[in-house]
């Protein structure tokens, strides 16, 4: 008899067990892995090299100073993070195979005052929104029914005015989710963005953006170093679990060839894969409609090598935002060059491209990368040592990557059921998370708050009195615009004069379409500076 088995031994299971074992060393604790790995998501790779050998992420691979629960496992377990490389040009190819290829060198693509206006207005709506949801309950948050009753692509069509801005969330869709903006409800999105601080968050890697950093040699070492300080006895890989059944005082955890009675389980499993297994009694109808409609991002990552950074040497950075099209799969590339000096690109084939090209031929799918490398960076992208990628809709006890999204509607009618326990079964995972949803930093903090929820019902005496009431749940969930004041700080003249100055600068664009961009700069420089910092680029 186990008191805790836990199903899944990725960052979130693993930071779960860590946790219980740092307040109630006496705990009897069993990790079930059905991969034969430790690490979920999270998968570090050796590929051939400059210099024979060197180690890649071809899963999770970014962290952000603003992702604590990570920044301080990463410090915990003594590692190292270090900056993405940035510093050069960037491509930027919208609009399809024939239209031009732009370069940039600050955050934002150059984009025509027209669309830079349309920009401008539409992050500033969505951060408005985002200020009023309530991420532990997104249900209560105003106009929720509405918000949850569209997509993404939805409100893209309502809000967006340029062809140019639409295409450009498309990517971002596919980039941050790997889903297409018509499959996630828009209230998802909102809540998403705001467990991050903000929809430009997740896509920047400035200081606190998404991509701001990696891990030197890494980050499956962090579930590595864990189930090391978890004790590795504790942890059963290649054992899939296939039924957990409750009874009055205990639970039994059935995998293919055993099962094991225990107190308590922790289930970490993605919500789709945790809809496949069997459970008794069976789950309650909300969190099983939830489960089967929490859809999974399809994503290939590809790391290639080269003998040298050639596109630093002529300037570029490494970076590429391209619509993906019929001979271009990818929609962002980066410069991932590792510690020791290996150069490499890292890029990510997602959504319905990373569905299409996964029918096709390995070779094939490397020589369209390499040939789209080729027209953005220069001749030299086809000199090329090691193709490698990994297609994590094939990953077995995964089928899937980055994370689930919700369709419209399960945020209002069934989310209520997503973090609650159901008997003797306790969930975790990122898509539980309410800060840094979808990441490894919110698997890591979904770990911290099932342990709390565990201890509470195992070990109540190792938890102070502020921590069983936050392990039973918020009494009155927590208004998001005071969670966002340190990053707005927006007041009402501010955004009116925003307001007025973009709707000045459109009349002029459309009375008189070759005004000089120079008057565009000046009526942007002349906005308040509070909000301009955030929503103008």
């Known amino acids: 008899m186990y008191d805790i088995v836990i199903v899944g031994a990725g960052l979130s299971g693993l930071s779960a067990a860590h946790n219980l074992l740092k307040r109630d060393a006496k705990l009897k604790l069993l990790i079930l892995e059905g991969k034969d790995r430790v690490g979920g998501r999270t998968l570090t790779q050796d590929v051939t090299a400059v210099s024979g050998v060197d180690r890649w992420d071809l899963g999770g691979q970014w962290v952000a100073s603003s992702q604590t629960h990570v920044m301080q496992l990463i410090e915990e377990l003594g590692l190292e993070v270090r900056l993405q490389y940035t510093q050069g040009k960037k491509v930027h190819h919208m609009g399809g195979p024939r239209a031009k290829i732009s370069h940039y060198t600050s955050s934002t693509p150059s984009y025509s005052p027209l669309v830079m206006l349309d920009f401008a207005q539409f992050i500033w709506k969505i951060d408005r929104l985002c200020k009023s949801v309530c991420v532990e309950e997104p249900w209560r948050s105003p106009d929720a029914v509405r918000l949850d009753s569209m997509t993404f692509a939805s409100y893209i069509e309502q809000q967006v005015w340029t062809r140019e801005l639409k295409e450009e969330m498309g990517v971002a869709s596919r980039a941050v989710f790997g889903v297409e903006p ?10 998403y963005s705001a467990a991050a601080g903000g929809i430009l968050q997740l896509l920047e890697t400035s200081p606190g953006g998404a991509q ?12 590595e170093r864990l189930a090391e300080r978890v004790g590795i006895e504790r942890v059963q890989l290649s ?24 107190k308590v389980v922790i289930n970490t499993c993605p919500p789709h894969m945790a809809a496949k297994l069997q459970y008794q009694p069976a789950l309650p109808a909300d ?32 970076e590429i935002v391209a619509r993906p099209s019929n001979s271009c799969p990818f929609s962002v590339t980066f410069d991932a060059t590792s510690p020791s000096g290996s ?6 084939i997602a959504g319905l491209q990373a569905h299409d090209w996964s029918s096709t031929k390995l070779e094939e799918r490397r020589d369209a990368v ?20 990994k297609d994590w809709a094939q990953e077995p006890y995964g089928g899937g990557c980055p994370v689930n999204v919700m369709m419209p509607g399960m945020l209002t009618y069934f989310h209520p059921s997503f973090r609650r326990p159901f008997g003797r079964i306790h969930w975790a995972g990122t898509e539980t998370a309410t800060e840094w949803c979808g990441y490894m930093s919110g698997a890591i903090q979904s770990g911290h708050r099932v342990a709390l929820e565990v201890l509470d019902r195992l070990s109540p005496h190792t938890l102070s ?52 961009r120079d008057v565009i700069g000046q009526v942007i420089a ?3 500076t509070r909000v301009t910092k955030r929503v103008v680029p």
């Not at 390499?370 to 990628?389: D, N, Q, T």
């Open 465 to 516: 009195q502020e921590e069983r009431k936050a392990a039973q749940g918020p009494s009155q969930p927590k208004a998001q615009s005071d969670r966002w004041s340190h990053v707005t700080g927006y007041s009402p003249l501010p955004v009116a004069l925003t307001l007025t100055a973009i709707t000045l600068c459109a009349t002029l664009l459309l009375v008189k379409p070759q005004i000089n």
């Open 370 to 389: 390499v040939s789209s490398l080729v027209r953005y960076l220069g001749p030299e992208a086809s000199h090329f040592i090691h193709y490698v990628e």
């Open 239 to 262: 054992s899939p679990v296939t039924a957990i059944c409750q009874g009055d005082d205990s639970v039994e955890v059935r995998t293919l060839s055993e099962s094991f009675s225990c």
């Open 287 to 318: 969190r099983q409609q939830l489960s089967q409609h929490m859809p999974v991002g399809h994503m290939t990552k590809f790391i290639i090598t080269y003998s040298t950074a050639f596109w630093r040497e002529k300037g570029f950075s490494g």
């Open 212 to 223: 701001e950093f990696t891990v030197k040699g890494g980050t499956q070492q962090l579930s």
């Open 343 to 348: 150069p490499a690109l890292v890029g990510l």
């Open 182 to 191: 018509t499959q996630m409800s828009f209230l998802y999105l909102l809540m």
């Open 526 to 528: 002349w906005l308040p």
